[in-house]
């Protein structure tokens, strides 16, 4: 193999036809919409913008790093016994997903959207390193670590889990936004292309910055590593995912 | 200018803290005043493109320090106008150990038009520290446009991460996003941590997120809350944090 | 029922898990009545959990709960965004979760009801969620919905034709409904309620139960539909006239 191959499971993972529970959440957007703050094209435009240089970049780090890790213990047979403890790792770089995500709501909201997708990951692709990771973080891994891992399962490289990521970040609330606001569909799609660059430079930031244990070398260790993955918060889709969970009328989970 | 001032604690008579060392070094000025508590007096103007600044802290276990500051600080573009501005930097260390409590809440960093700055912060906590971190950033004086600000702040409790947030200002497509800042001109944080139920601040709210305009009381996945808070201007977000403090500290 | 009922918990479950019942239909037509109505009649002798999909708020779950016909945390309430038909068709993940985790905490179950959000003729669950559906419909739509067809009303495994209290009301003939329906769904069964009048729905119960005991005697695990009917030769199972359902003669 010389040239890099193409993987067609990154569609397959990026998609918003996976059916892992992805179209129940809005990433802020149905908050958003109902503060007024998003009405129409040009603020959804904006709102994506800072969505997908904040918690998507984030999270395309996270899911490189996923992904790394997936493939370093799937090579390493570290993937943890199948009866035993859990591998080493996955608890640690989901903790860091925590860690940058201040608002309760949003990281619950991750979390069930990452244990969805470890369902029906494990059903597509089963391999026991997702096995490993269900059991190590039992109420259910982040969504971007359950995404990364599921693409370094799937074959794919860290910069393409990445990709998925910042992709899955700002579809989703697009999706949402045309279903609240009546948006042209197309008008959206093309304030999606527009963001290609973007969603590109966050996927070779994202895999610049991934690194497994055995990618490391000594002293350092993959957890210093993933300490200094990026970390940009948004106040205010902290702000909103709370304000939406109190909503008394609200369509999306989150 | 490169400066690192270095502020330590020790366990003094009768359970009070002395301060063991205080090590000014301009333009961060330090002066106590009272047990256990110091002000930051800056001493020149900036910091400016070009510092490079540093405070240490050390609250050694079972003492108590308070850290405030007389005005607040205005970060300048370097003294080469004309030129592409240097960045200027300023970095805080504090290690807080066990059964220690930091309150550190200076008055709020001003973001001149031009300016490059580098914030970073960097806590390390016993697991039974309590904690008063408050950070508030302004975007520009009134009417002014901010220049670049990156700021890293990185909190971790007994070798676990609890809080890992930057901010990046200065980039007009993302400041304004309604998903970043929104309309807001003004950003802060309060970082809380410490055993419920602990006597002097009262006890730590558990749980549930708490919400008000403007302001959140967030539980952490860690040990601890996060107030955060956006407003139109700095005496505002001032109020936003304090009412999300005290709803996050019931006396 | 006592007796079976002990059976069934003693004996190993072929299939190691619940019966899943899909209960889908339009907006309005009784799906949340009808949980209800299967929760009182059943709430007694099966080990019972209920998911429901709701649009816009959690209005069926806390219906439910209000209404005091199953303990409250055996009720849990997934959101579409948007799509109630994608979250039982399309992608079923969250809805799989629900089940699995009532199944995890409250198990073994005999039977999971899930409650579709009201939408239209076409809206059926995937197999992967629902073992068995019942699709509701109501007579005040006008006496034509059973013979406009859709896979909702001719493919489900029962299929219930609600308030038939209204019938006189708008109009409808019970007769040409239970006539069309039967054309178009090949023998499989067709009951008339009204839950309003019987609030336990006795029919549909008995035939609910039917096709818990096939599912728990490991019938039921062929393809369903086109006559085969495998899952359900419960006592419910009479198609055709109206009046066999319950007392209400169709006028
Ligand atoms: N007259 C009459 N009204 C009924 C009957 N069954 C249900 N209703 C009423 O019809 C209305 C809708 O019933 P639901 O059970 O909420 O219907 P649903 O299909 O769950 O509705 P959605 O979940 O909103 O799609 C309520 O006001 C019920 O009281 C019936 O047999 N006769
Ligand atoms: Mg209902």
């Not at chain 1, 070779?204 to 940009?232: D, I, K, M, N, Y």
């Not at chain 3, 708008?170 to 009048?197: C, H, K, N, W, Y």
């Not at chain 3, 369903?224 to 419960?234: F, L, Q, Y």
């Amino acid at each position: 193999m010389s040239a890099p191959s193409l993987n067609a499971a990154l569609l397959l993972l990026a998609d918003s036809r996976l059916p892992a529970g992805g179209h129940g959440h809005s990433g802020g957007a149905e908050a958003a919409i109902a503060a007024g703050a998003v009405r129409d094209l040009p603020t959804l435009a904006a709102f994506l913008r800072g969505r997908l240089a904040t918690s998507g970049l984030v999270a395309a780090c996270l899911a490189a790093s996923a992904c790394a890790l997936a493939a370093s213990s799937a090579g390493s047979g570290t993937a943890g016994d199948p009866a035993g403890a859990p591998p080493g790792g996955w608890a640690e770089l989901d903790a860091e997903a925590g860690a940058r995500t201040a608002s309760p709501a949003q990281r619950e909201a991750s979390r069930v959207q990452g244990r969805l997708l470890l369902r029906t990951a494990r059903r597509i692709w089963p391999s026991p390193v997702l096995d490993g990771l269900a059991r190590a973080v039992p109420e259910g891994a982040h969504h971007p670590v359950a995404l990364g891992a599921a693409a370094g399962v799937a074959g794919c490289a860290p910069g393409e889990a990445a990709l998925a990521a910042a992709y899955a970040a700002v579809t989703g609330p697009a999706t949402a936004a045309v279903r609240l606001l009546g948006l042209d569909p197309v008008a959206v799609h093309r304030l999606l292309a527009d963001l290609a660059p973007d969603l590109e430079r966050a996927a070779s930031t994202g895999s610049g910055a991934a690194a497994s244990p055995a990618s490391v070398p000594p002293p350092r260790t993959a957890a210093s590593v993933w300490a200094e993955l990026p970390a940009h918060s948004a106040p205010a889709l902290d702000l909103l995912a709370e304000r939406h969970l109190r909503a008394g009328l609200r369509l999306f989970v989150s | 200018m490169t400066a690192r001032a270095v502020l330590a604690t020790a366990p003094g008579p009768g359970g009070r803290t002395v301060l063991a060392t205080m090590r000014s070094a301009p333009p961060i000025t330090l002066r106590r005043t009272g047990p256990g508590q110091v002000y930051l007096v800056a001493t020149a103007a900036g910091p400016l493109g070009g510092d490079d600044l540093a405070l240490d802290i050390d609250v050694a276990p079972g003492t108590a320090l308070d850290v405030r500051s007389v005005a607040s600080t205005l970060v300048l573009p370097g003294p080469r106008p004309g030129s592409a501005p240097e960045e200027s930097s300023m970095t805080i260390t504090a290690r807080i150990g066990a059964g220690a409590s930091l309150r550190f809440a200076p008055e709020p960093t001003v973001l001149a038009a031009g300016c490059r700055h580098r914030m970073t912060v960097r806590l390390e906590l016993a697991p039974d520290a309590r904690v008063l971190w408050r950070e508030e950033i302004v975007f520009g004086r009134y009417g002014e446009a901010p220049g670049r600000c990156r700021t890293r702040f990185d909190a971790v409790v007994g070798g676990r991460p609890l809080l890992r947030q930057e901010f990046t200002v200065g980039d007009p497509a993302i400041d304004a996003s309604p998903a970043v800042y929104g309309d807001a001109r003004c950003v802060g944080g309060t970082l809380i941590t410490g055993p419920p139920g602990t006597a002097g601040s009262g006890s730590l709210l558990a749980g549930e997120a708490v919400i008000g305009d403007g302001w959140a009381v967030l539980p952490l996945a860690g040990p601890g809350v996060l107030v955060s808070a956006l407003a139109p201007d700095a005496a505002g977000l001032r109020r936003r944090l304090e009412r999300g403090e005290t709803a996050a500290l019931p006396r | 029922m006592g007796a079976d009922h002990d059976d069934r918990h003693h004996a190993p479950h072929p299939h190691g898990r619940a019966l899943r019942l899909g209960v889908g239909g339009p907006v309005g037509s009784g799906k949340t009545a009808l949980t209800a109505a299967l929760c009182r009649a059943l709430g007694r002798t099966l080990r019972l959990a209920v998911v429901t999909n709701d649009i816009y708020t959690t209005e069926d779950a806390d219906f439910l709960r209000r209404a005091g016909v199953l303990d409250p945390g055996r009720i849990a309430a997934v959101q579409t965004g948007c799509c109630p038909h994608t979250a039982i068709r399309d992608d079923i993940a969250a809805n799989l979760d629900a089940v699995e985790t009532l199944e995890e905490r409250f198990g073994p179950l005999d039977l999971v009801i899930v409650e579709s959000g009201g939408d239209n003729l076409t809206a059926t669950f995937s197999r992967g969620l629902a073992d068995r559906q019942i699709f509701v419909l109501d007579v005040s739509g006008g006496d034509k919905v059973p013979r406009k067809g859709g896979p909702g009303v001719t493919t489900a495994d029962l299929l219930v034709i609600n308030k038939t209290d209204l019938a006189p009301m708008v109009g409808a003939d019970l007769t040409v409904m239970s006539r069309d329906a039967a054309a178009v769904r090949e023998g499989r069964p067709v009951l008339f309620t009204s839950i309003r009048q019987e609030p336990e729905a006795h029919a549909v119960a008995e035939w609910v139960i039917g096709v818990v005991e096939a599912w728990a005697h490991g019938h039921g695990t062929g393809p369903r539909g086109h006559g085969h009917d495998s899952g359900s030769p419960g006592p419910g199972h009479r198609a055709g006239s109206p009046g066999h359902s319950h007392d209400h003669t169709p006028v």
